[in-house]
């Protein structure tokens, strides 16, 4: 089973927690919001959660087990078959014919039974639920509790003299977050004044237009170019050519070329590379369509080799490619040498387990920032607004591949991420119908970038 902190990102994911300015049921302003029922969603990281629960406790202690109504429900379920605790379900109300009962399930007067919770805020709710569960003769004495948003509520039940076993608190979670750069330090400040119980300060940061981008100062040429593609197409797309075949890379240029703002290509992989035969043509296709070309090399060496790589061999990328893609690990000077495209830095992966860890993304994106051919980074978290934002591993569904692709869907990246431009591979060239995928996600995408723009 992977590490709690993994387990908590992959749940994270699935939009569990939202910061920004939000309005509780009591009126109060919140900087985050709780909804873990989307959880139950999934399968694996049901079966996940129910474990790592159960890990905390004693379970010889209970004879039964049982979720608070509604979501709770489904995390209880999964609890009770991974360990064979019976499962009884308390109604919200008791039924009005039959039975009239409130606890349904197979149970004896004297069995002590473990209460499940998704989020603990005060606790008052809990302690108005426990009593109807003794009247029926049943013992309370644990509750297990998914997250707790640290208001007080666990205080509360354990001066009752219940015992509460949290698997995350509220300040757990900012601080994985924030070592992720899924939270800023200001996020994380609004949090801690709200659960010390201070005036929260909500700064109203909106995020910079296309447009505004394209009026700034100092702009790249290429991403300036890019950023008017976007405009005039109302599109954000950029579509992966994962192809093998110099047929196949025209034919998929042109069904989606009207819906992308780039095709992103890794030529290499073509078989029948022939440059005339190739890239020719796919200029063409490219200026036919009003799109960019985007070689996805990820360049990794010294600078030297990296021009020769760049500008020689049978590829000459530095003839054809308006943008491409570098890593920063050789350092600021070995983009000195990509005089011709705009360069797109990659300053984190989509895949499982990747490397590119808060320190690398940290020091890699102050190399990007100042050096003049970096339009960009690729990246899994927000970068500084003077970097174009290119996020890969989107999907309409967020579901992973099986081999550490990890999903996001255009709504999640450009609501919280503030991203620029998505990119998406087998969701367009493995579908049944590339040109309606493209339409399909190329209207995603701009729904996703005008809401976020509020």
């Not at 003299?161 to 994985?176: D, N, P």
């Not at 073509?270 to 035969?277: A, G, L, S, V």
Request: charge should be negative; glycine fraction near 8%.
């Amino acid at each position: 089973m992977e590490t709690k902190k993994e387990f908590f990102l992959e749940c994270y994911k699935l939009g569990i927690i939202k910061f920004g300015r939000f309005t509780l049921k009591s009126g109060i302003k919140s900087p985050f919001y709780v909804d873990l029922r989307p959880l139950a969603s999934d399968p694996k990281i049901l079966k996940n959660l129910a474990n790592y629960m159960l890990d905390m406790l004693p379970l010889d202690n209970f004879d039964l087990i049982c979720g608070v109504p509604y979501a709770a429900l489904p995390m209880a379920t999964a609890m009770s078959l991974e360990s064979y605790l019976p499962l009884i379900i308390k109604r919200k109300e008791a039924k009005d014919y039959g039975t009239k009962k409130l606890i349904e399930g197979i149970y004896q007067k004297g069995q002590n039974c473990l209460l499940v919770e998704d989020v603990i805020t005060s606790g008052k709710s809990l302690l108005e639920t426990i009593p109807e569960i003794e009247n029926e003769g049943i013992t309370v004495s644990d509750i297990v509790v998914v997250l707790d948003r640290q208001q007080g509520g666990k205080e509360l039940l354990e001066s009752k003299g219940f015992r509460v076993h949290t698997l995350f608190t509220i300040s757990e979670v900012c601080q994985l977050l924030q070592e992720e750069g899924q939270l800023t330090d200001d996020e994380v400040g609004r949090i801690k004044d709200f659960l010390a119980g201070n005036v929260v300060k909500f700064e109203e940061k909106k995020r910079k237009s296309y447009q505004q981008k394209i009026d700034s100062n100092n702009l790249h040429s290429k991403a300036k170019k890019l950023l008017e593609v976007a405009l005039e197409k109302k599109s954000n797309l950029i579509a992966s050519a994962d192809v093998l075949t110099t047929k196949e890379l025209h034919d998929l240029a042109e069904k989606v070329g009207p819906n992308i703002v780039a095709l992103k290509t890794h030529i290499d992989i073509i078989t029948d590379f022939d440059y005339d035969k190739t890239i020719i043509p796919l200029i063409d296709i490219a200026a036919k369509h009003n799109f960019l070309l985007m070689e996805d090399r990820k360049f990794a060496d010294i600078g030297n080799t990296q021009e020769l790589q760049y500008s020689y061999g049978i590829y000459k990328i530095s003839n054809w490619a308006d943008l491409i893609t570098s890593q920063v690990i050789g350092g600021f000077q070995s983009l000195d040498f990509f005089h011709n495209s705009g360069v797109i830095a990659i300053l984190g992966m989509s895949s499982a387990g990747t490397l590119t860890d808060k320190n690398y993304r940290d020091e890699a994106t102050k190399i990007a920032q100042s050096h003049p051919n970096v339009i960009g980074g690729v990246a899994q978290n927000e970068l500084p607004e003077e970097l174009l934002l290119f996020t890969p591993g989107i999907n309409l569904d967020t579901k992973g591949d099986g081999k550490g692709q990890q999903y996001n869907t255009p709504e999640h990246v450009f609501r919280n991420l503030h991203t620029d431009f998505i990119i998406v591979g087998r969701g367009i060239y493995k579908a049944e119908n590339p040109e309606q995928a493209s339409l399909s996600y190329k209207i995603a995408g701009w729904d996703a970038y005008e809401a976020s723009l509020g």
